[in-house]
């Protein structure tokens, strides 16, 4: 009688450890025999502190205590991301977790805003979404439930510390079942016959055999790209920045319940507030600026005292042609990489855990409609991302040789129509699978100064005059609404403090 199936991943880390938690909940109990590979000597990069409201989806699928979590990982909460300066000098936006306007008629709100503003008195498209206006004045709160109040109107994510997180999740699995072998893998064994991945060798000599591998092994794809051969799709021609340095520093007062993203001469630099630390990045293209001249930007533009010397990662912007191939499935890193501008990277591990958890076959061997679909639909994942960072990077008035080039590229055709349906009549189609639906798109368009020439004619039935009225109403109730809030400081203090590091 055949025993149980065998799941082995490869790596720890933030990826690897939100699967050993994911199979906890949904394998362990089954019968699955889990086992997690790392090694103490191999350090993670640890790619993003910034998340999206997905993520309180993934922890409340594990069970997991928003407070205790946020305790354990010094988080803050997040309503959505400031772009500092991406469209032209001197502009500011935020891409909220939230809706513009409530319904006023037979259109869409915001076909009633391109008219209202085409006629010149709409206020600006911030002033209609309750997650922004709480944003710009550093308050928060949580959804209310009421579905007829504004204040109910948005979602919310977290910034924490990544490391802090895996860690986190790594007691919480081992408790529930999950095996960790603590060793540094220096050999892989492949099947004779199938060509599948066996088994892993690590330098103590022991073998860690299994009937599926997750690799989370980060840049180095130990399984997915070094052994199977899946090779990289290259995208570095639409996203060219392959460098980035890291530095925490000391907690600013500014306690933003955002990510701020700030345009720089080569690149972005992030900034993410945390409990006990603000963290820090500059993504930027070699090709345009040194290492040390990055540093010294990044150094330059801290909100506090560094708290550590800048640290260097390199990358590529693309995806591995195959997510899942044979009997392996490549999470985070292993499986591809795009930059953290609109905090992506623990998403896209988190669905492909949730597709694995659908999919993973069991000990007779791997149907190949597994993997198709699963590659499907973590193509269409990547795609929709990658068409959404584009764009930051095409709308912009910028001078600098990096800032021309991209504006001038040619991009997906995805993305050209996307635009063109935009610019007629501020069309954004939304899609039954992958990230970002119309708000999101609607923000960055506008935003970065693409805006329609014309609205959906069902926004003209309403008499002009009528349409202010209700637009002013709906401005006035969101700005009471957010200021209604506590700040972002008194929240987090009052409901998850967190102990000093």
């Known amino acids: 009688m055949a025993g149980p199936l065998e799941l082995v991943i490869i790596g720890g880390g933030t990826a690897g450890w939100m699967c050993a938690a994911a199979c906890a909940v949904r394998l362990v109990p089954a019968g699955v025999l889990v086992r997690l590979v790392e090694s103490e000597e191999i350090g993670t990069v640890g790619v993003g502190e910034a998340t999206l409201p997905q993520m309180k989806d993934f922890n409340d699928f594990l069970g997991l205590d928003e407070v205790e979590f946020m305790k354990a990982t010094q988080a803050s909460f997040k309503l959505g991301i400031e772009f500092v300066n991406w469209g032209r000098d001197g502009q500011r936006y935020i891409h909220p977790f939230g809706t513009f306007g409530r319904p006023i008629g037979e259109a869409d709100f915001f076909s009633y805003w391109i008219r209202a503003r085409?006629?010149?008195?709409?206020?600006?498209?911030?002033?209609?979404?309750?997650?922004?206006?709480?944003?710009?004045?550093?308050?928060?709160?949580?959804?209310?439930?009421?579905p007829n109040d504004v204040r109910n109107a948005f979602a919310y994510a977290y910034h924490l510390d990544a490391f802090?997180?895996?860690?986190?999740?790594?007691?919480?699995?081992?408790?529930?079942?999950?095996?960790?072998?603590?060793?540094?893998?220096?050999?892989?064994?492949?099947?004779?016959?199938?060509?599948?991945?066996?088994?892993?060798?690590?330098?103590?000599?022991?073998?860690?055999?299994?009937?599926?591998?997750?690799?989370?092994?980060?840049?180095?794809?130990?399984?997915?790209?070094?052994?199977?051969?899946?090779?990289?799709?290259?995208?570095?021609?639409?996203?060219?920045?392959?460098?980035?340095?890291?530095?925490?520093?000391?907690r600013s007062e500014d306690f933003t319940p955002?990510?701020?993203?700030?345009?720089?001469?080569?690149?972005?630099?992030?900034?993410?507030?945390?409990?006990?630390?603000?963290?820090?990045?500059?993504?930027?293209?070699?090709?345009?600026?040194?290492?040390?001249?990055?540093?010294?930007?990044?150094?330059?533009?801290?909100?506090?005292?560094?708290?550590?010397?800048?640290?260097?990662?390199?990358?590529?912007?693309?995806?591995?042609?195959?997510?899942?191939?044979?009997?392996?499935?490549?999470?985070?890193?292993?499986?591809?990489?795009?930059?953290?501008?609109?905090?992506?990277?623990?998403?896209?591990?988190?669905?492909?855990?949730?597709?694995?958890?659908?999919?993973?076959?069991?000990?007779?061997?791997?149907?190949?409609?597994?993997?198709?679909?699963?590659?499907?639909?973590?193509?269409?994942?990547?795609?929709?991302?990658?068409?959404f960072l584009i764009l930051h990077y095409l709308a912009n008035e910028a001078d600098a040789p990096l800032w021309a080039h991209v504006a001038a590229m040619d991009v997906p055709y995805t993305l050209a129509a996307k635009i063109e349906r935009f610019r007629h009549r501020g069309h954004v189609q939304a899609y039954r699978d992958g990230l970002f639906g119309p708000p999101s798109w609607q923000a960055v368009f506008v935003g970065q100064g693409i805006e329609p020439q014309a609205a959906d004619r069902l926004a003209d039935a309403l008499p002009a005059d009528l349409l202010e009225q209700r637009l002013n109403a709906l401005a006035t109730t969101i700005a009471r609404g957010a200021a209604s809030a506590p700040t972002h400081a008194e929240f987090v203090a009052r409901h998850c403090p967190a102990p000093a590091p």
């Not at 997650?131 to 949580?142: D, G, H, K, S, Y």
């Not at 892989?188 to 066996?198: F, N, P, Q, T």
């Not at 010397?309 to 591995?320: Q, T, W």
């Open 118 to 146: 085409r006629a010149g008195f709409a206020a600006r498209l911030d002033d209609y979404c309750f997650p922004i206006v709480t944003a710009w004045q550093n308050r928060f709160m949580l959804p209310n439930g009421d």
């Open 164 to 250: 802090l997180y895996a860690r986190y999740l790594r007691r919480w699995a081992e408790v529930r079942g999950v095996e960790r072998v603590e060793g540094r893998i220096v050999e892989i064994e492949r099947d004779g016959e199938s060509g599948a991945v066996a088994a892993v060798r690590l330098a103590s000599g022991a073998r860690v055999a299994g009937d599926f591998f997750v690799d989370c092994s980060g840049f180095r794809s130990l399984l997915l790209g070094s052994t199977l051969g899946v090779e990289l799709e290259d995208w570095s021609h639409w996203l060219p920045c392959d460098s980035a340095q890291a530095v925490p520093c000391a």
């Open 258 to 387: 955002y990510t701020r993203s700030t345009r720089r001469a080569a690149g972005w630099q992030w900034r993410i507030p945390l409990q006990h630390r603000t963290g820090n990045g500059y993504v930027y293209a070699s090709a345009h600026i040194s290492d040390d001249e990055a540093a010294a930007t990044l150094l330059a533009n801290l909100d506090g005292e560094a708290l550590a010397e800048p640290r260097v990662l390199r990358f590529k912007a693309g995806k591995r042609k195959l997510a899942w191939s044979r009997n392996c499935i490549g999470m985070g890193l292993a499986g591809g990489f795009l930059e953290p501008l609109e905090s992506t990277s623990i998403y896209l591990v988190q669905m492909a855990i949730m597709h694995m958890l659908t999919l993973l076959p069991g000990k007779e061997g791997v149907d190949p409609a597994l993997p198709a679909e699963f590659n499907r639909v973590m193509d269409v994942e990547y795609d929709r991302i990658r068409d």
